[in-house]
């Protein structure tokens, strides 16, 4: 059928493939349903630019894949290095080096094809994103397709999400047909047409070459209409290619089909067939489901079982054997293969495939002895812990401890305990992870020196329940077996838990910290390299060091995502949304902070989230600030450890004088303060000082460090420009606001409007109003505002330059990472402030100024 409607699409990948070539990498996310015509528009602008370096790979659908598919067909092509790593299963970021390389090595510039993005595998995904993040310095285009509406799950939001706020990318949304194209195609019946098909180009071809005026209801229907007119062997050819789910050959089919393989010449005369570089495929995925569809269950676990006798002799991959192998019912096979495809995809950090195979492997495990059922469960709870899936891991956790005590091995045991209390910590179930940690720490005490005798007593030095001298021996002795097993990632470890036991006065050793990070980086144990990145930013923000880490965060982040360490991701975004509060970038906190939550994150985390998210929320003057701080709440009283509740009780204070509803200070934060006198001093200080402000008693401290010192002493003038210097806007106003000096509150006054702080403005307007001053309310713009031209914020300027780029909402929102009823309503504003009505007025404008 003839393209149409697509030619400003193949406009715009000419422009993007120019950008390339001048060494400014693009990212393009082709978007639309089945059938919209994603990969005729790939096809008709390879077509049309056949003088650049085409690297293909695909995405399958018909079964679990195997991680990295696409990048493993890709490096047939490139050949060289790349091609032998692939085959030697080499370690992943070794992959993604490489294929960096091969890109800048390239004869021409490359076009890299990643298609059905939709089933992509999640290290499939991480490569794009590492991808992603390196494009603007690279000469490469990449085309990636997908349906948004048929993802398996949250992940490929989550990471398209974070891919589009990268400046390389563009989005390209496919529409319908109109009707005036479906009138050049069938003039006579194009409204019928068009109403029927809904403008799709796939289902509007096939109703027309079914050529009937009975036309059936779907995709589906139509191609079981189409598939009557063949013959009985060639529809046994389609249905054995259907149960392979992927192409193959002609060969293949016939052994799966049990009929001779010329068959095929008749599926391709028919159209549901064509030739691909691999043997035969289905024209389109949506035929593959359709036949697929047709197949009663019984035939299909006999083309399961056939096809998997046929890809054993063949030697195939153990991800797509296990398929076969589950689909024929055939429990032996799933427990040879399903076990090793799941480690397989959890090495290549694909935790969600690996998940799907280890829970593949349980479902036939009744004939399995404890130690090999022991290990599946503890696999598939790691893989779901990795995922931050820390919930849905428990009870795999909990068998897996049963199943040890029975072997009667302490270490292994031991492990268990330990990495299930982790999860417990992360579900704000404090008082079981002790009870899980004290076992671990019982059998490994007095046990021979080993890696986890040393991560128990690593857990014992972080543990509260331990005095400071327990702690200090503890991690003194994982130290030393370390040193004796030369094991750069133990010492790393228990050097960070140092930088922070062993600190006085709540200060951190940030020296002690990069020792750890100097040994982590020594070994390839990405989760303790992410969890120090995340350490050093986040203690650098606890101890309000803004400026030592945060031109940091980008590259600590991306390291995170690169190695699939959500649980780390999650939580340097949790300390950024803190950062931004304090710096006085509130809605951009409330911003990030949702839009983190929308993933799926462990409870802790959610608390972290929730401790910045609260505190942004008050200052804005949100209602729904008083539910954030009753879900926190519920949270860290889960939690239960000191650091997090004096946060969630200072929260509640802050909360109360900014709304002036004093009942937000009830027993909970009392009992914080009592509880927290002789922890962390910064946190507690902070609590203390807002319990004082609010005209409670509180103990004097030598402990507290400055600002807080200062305020308590009663010097806050010099607090405020304490805190000034620190870069903390709103905390330089309040302590002006307690000077008691009505000059200062009205210096106050001008810093609150300027972030935005309308309740602190109404508390000191009040103060002042006692005083007999007055303040005049405000009026016209802030001085940002008023600098631009037509009176636009800074964050209004902001979409307007991307509304010059004719980017849509949605992709305005990816960019600038908000939500699409932000944008909208800052773009409704932008049109009213320019006079104009059309989002092509307002980029004309953009263009003028830039010029």
Not at 136 to 163: F, K, N, P, Q, W
């Amino acid at each position: 059928m003839e393209l149409l409607e697509r030619g400003s699409c193949l406009g715009a990948l000419d422009e993007y493939a120019a950008d390339a070539m001048s060494g400014r990498g693009r990212l393009v996310l082709i978007t639309g349903e089945a059938g919209i015509g994603k990969t005729a528009v790939v096809d008709a602008f390879h077509a049309a630019r056949p003088e650049l370096s085409w690297w293909w790979g695909a995405c399958d659908g018909g079964f679990t894949p195997r991680p990295l598919g696409p990048l493993h067909e890709i490096a047939t092509t490139v050949g060289g290095r790349l091609r032998d790593l692939c085959r030697e299963d080499a370690d992943r970021n070794e992959l993604f080096a490489e294929f960096l390389a091969a890109v800048e090595d390239a004869p021409s510039t490359p076009v890299v094809v990643v298609e059905d993005l939709h089933w992509a595998d999640e290290a499939t995904l991480d490569w794009l994103g590492h991808l992603s993040r390196r494009l603007g310095h690279l000469g490469a285009l990449v085309l990636a397709t997908y349906r948004e509406d048929e993802a398996s799950d949250s992940l490929l939001t989550d990471v398209m999400g974070r891919i589009a706020t990268h400046g390389s990318t563009r989005r390209m949304q496919l529409a319908p047909l109109s009707i005036g194209a479906v009138e050049k195609l069938a003039p006579d019946q194009a409204a019928e047409l068009h109403e029927l098909t809904g403008g799709n180009p796939f289902y509007l071809g096939e109703v027309l070459a079914l050529g009937s005026a009975d036309v059936p209801p779907s995709v589906a229907d139509l191609v079981r209409a189409r598939l009557q007119h063949l013959s009985a062997p060639a529809q046994r050819i389609l249905a054995a290619a259907s149960v392979l789910g992927r192409p193959g050959l002609a060969s293949t089919f016939a052994a799966v089909a049990g009929t001779a393989a010329h068959h095929v010449d008749e599926c391709v005369g028919s159209g549901t067939l064509v030739p691909v570089e691999r043997g035969f495929a289905f024209r389109h995925e949506l035929i593959r489901r359709a036949v697929e569809q047709t197949i009663p269950s019984y035939q299909a676990t006999e083309l399961h079982r056939i096809t998997l006798i046929a890809l054993q002799q063949e030697g195939a991959d153990v991800a797509e054997l296990t398929h076969h192998a589950y689909g024929a019912g055939d429990g032996v096979a799933v427990l040879r293969y399903a076990p090793e495809a799941g480690r397989i995809a959890a090495a290549a950090s694909a935790h969600r495939e690996a998940t799907i195979q280890f829970g593949r492997a349980l479902e036939f495990a009744d004939d399995l002895g404890p130690a090999q059922l022991a290990d599946i469960e503890e696999a598939l709870a790691e893989s779901l812990s990795a995922r931050d899936h820390w919930a849905d891991a428990g009870p795999h956790w909990e068998r897996t401890i049963e199943l040890r005590r029975s072997l009667g091995a302490p270490v292994d045991l031991a492990r268990a305990l330990r990495r299930y209390g982790v999860a417990l910590w992360r579900l704000c179930r404090t008082d079981e992870c002790r009870v899980a940690e004290a076992e671990a720490y019982e059998l490994m005490r007095d046990a021979d020196d080993s890696a986890e005798r040393a991560l128990v007593l690593y857990s014992r030095g972080n543990s509260e329940d331990a005095t400071p001298a327990e702690r200090r021996a503890a991690f003194d002795e994982a130290e030393r077996i370390g040193k004796d097993l030369d094991d750069h990632a133990l010492i790393g470890r228990v050097k960070m838990g140092q930088a922070f036991s062993e600190s006085e006065g709540g200060v951190i050793d940030f020296g002690l910290l990069e020792e750890a990070l100097e040994h982590a980086l020594q070994t390839d144990d990405s989760y303790l390299t992410a969890c120090i990145y995340t350490n050093l930013y986040e203690g650098s923000v606890d101890v309000l060091a803004l400026d030592a880490y945060s031109d940091r965060y980008e590259s600590f982040l991306a390291y995170a995502f690169d190695h699939e360490q959500h649980t780390y991701s999650v939580c340097m975004r949790g300390s950024r949304v803190y950062e931004l509060m304090r710096r006085g970038h509130n809605a951009e906190a409330v911003e990030l902070a949702l839009l983190t939550m929308t993933e799926t994150i462990s409870p802790v985390n959610r608390m972290h989230l929730g401790v910045g998210l609260t505190q942004a929320g008050f200052r804005l003057g949100l209602p729904e600030a008083r539910e954030w701080l009753e879900q926190t709440w519920e949270l860290g009283s889960g939690n239960d450890e000191t650091f997090w509740l004096i946060q969630i009780a200072t929260c509640a204070a802050q909360g109360a004088w900014l709304t002036g509803d004093l009942g937000l200070v009830d027993e909970r934060v009392l009992d914080v303060y009592r509880r927290g006198i002789t922890n962390d001093p910064w946190k507690q200080g902070e609590l203390s000082a807002w319990l004082q402000r609010l005209g409670y008693e509180v103990e004097d401290s030598d402990r507290f460090p400055v600002p807080f010192s200062l305020e308590q002493s009663g010097d806050h003038l010099a607090a405020a420009e304490f805190w000034r210097e620190l870069g903390c806007p709103f905390e330089e106003a309040v302590n002006l606001t307690w000077t008691g000096d009505n000059d200062a509150r009205l210096r106050a006054v001008e810093i609150f409007t300027s972030i935005g702080a309308d309740p602190a403005v109404t508390r000191v307007r009040e103060l002042l109003a006692e005083d007999g001053v007055r303040v005049p309310a405000q009026r016209g713009p802030r001085a940002a505002t008023a600098a631009h031209p037509a009176g636009l914020t800074a964050r209004e300027a902001e979409v307007l330059e991307l509304l010059s780029e004719r980017l849509t909402n949605a992709e305005i929102a990816d960019r600038l990472v908000l939500s699409p009823r932000t944008v909208d309503r800052h773009v409704s504003s932008v049109l009213a402030k320019l006079g104009v009505s059309k989002r092509s007025e307002a980029a004309a404008y953009a263009a003028t100024q830039s010029g």
